[in-house]
Nanobody, 124 residues
Framework: QVQLVESGGGLVQAGGSLRLSCAASGRTLSNYDMGWFRQAPGKEREFVAHISWSGGSTYYADSVKGRFTISRDNAKNTVYLQMNSLKPEDTAVYYC?????????????????WGQGTQVTVSS
């Protein structure tokens, strides 16, 4: 099993930046493809970004492409999401997610482990 703990959320003005971190424990992170999802009030949880177990491949939702960057440091067992040029519509609870290595962390059905979430609020 792997436990995931997110941090770095908060309140920021439109156009600002935040960096989310996801610290993993229990098993080494290199066993997993990792992703970020988000859920706004009254909406379904949606995919944001994926990074392969080695860090060699990334994939983004169209809504965040060019503004968000996912990265990982397997030595530190941590995944990051750098969010720039934030918009009010980015407001949501952001969840870190782990999928079995090779399966891809871009689909809800592939996710085996979730973090507890961190709130991101972007004011206009």
């Amino acid at each position: 099993q792997v436990q995931l703990v997110e941090s770095g959320g908060g309140l920021v003005q439109a156009g600002g930046s935040l960096r989310l971190s996801c610290a993993a424990s229990g098993r080494t992170l290199s066993n997993y493809d990792m992703g970020w999802f988000r859920q706004a009030p009254g909406k379904e949880r949606e995919f944001v970004a994926h990074i392969s177990w080695s860090g060699g491949s990334t994939y983004y939702a169209d809504s965040v492409k060019g503004r968000f960057t996912i990265s990982r440091d397997n030595a530190k067992n941590t995944v990051y999401l750098q969010m720039n040029s934030l918009k009010p519509e980015d407001t949501a609870v952001y969840y870190c997610a782990a999928a079995q290595r090779g399966y891809g962390a871009h689909r809800l059905s592939n996710i085996g482990y979730w973090g507890q979430g961190t709130q991101v609020t972007v004011s206009s």
